[in-house]
């Protein structure tokens, strides 16, 4: 399975950016896609999650940090995830990853099993 994140850029606070994540090499509606963020000289931390379909339903999850500013998003018709972030902050800024599992969605990176490269995001204040 390859992940290829793209959409990162530098915007003023208080812009948006959406933030895109392309699988290939596997049926992708079994996925739950997951995204990560990594400020310089920072752990890498948890921003959001969708499931894979239970029964027609995706669950999505977000940290605190950023709810009701990012919408996490798929379209299996395109193999895509989809970070649509919004009212964005200078403490936003990060390298940003899309990562990938088979089983239900999770916060816990170590439990993902695929990795994309990653899409800087800079806030400007």
């Known amino acids: 399975v390859q992940l290829q994140a793209s959409g990162g850029g530098l915007v003023q606070a208080g812009g948006s950016l959406r933030l895109s994540c392309v699988a290939s090499g596997t049926r992708f509606s079994a996925l739950s896609l997951g995204w990560y963020r990594q400020a310089p000289e920072k752990e890498r931390e948890f921003v959001s999650a969708i499931s894979k379909a239970v029964g027609f339903t995706y669950y999505a999850d977000y940290a605190e940090s950023v709810k009701a500013r990012f919408t996490i998003s798929r379209d299996n018709a395109k193999n895509t995830a989809y970070l649509e972030m919004n009212n964005l902050r200078p403490e936003d800024t990060a390298i940003y990853f899309c990562?990938?599992?088979?089983?239900?969605?999770?916060?816990?990176?170590?439990?993902?099993?695929?990795w994309g490269q990653g899409t800087q995001v800079t806030v400007s204040s």
């Open positions: 990562a990938a599992r088979s089983g239900g969605s999770s916060h816990d990176m170590r439990s993902y099993d695929y």
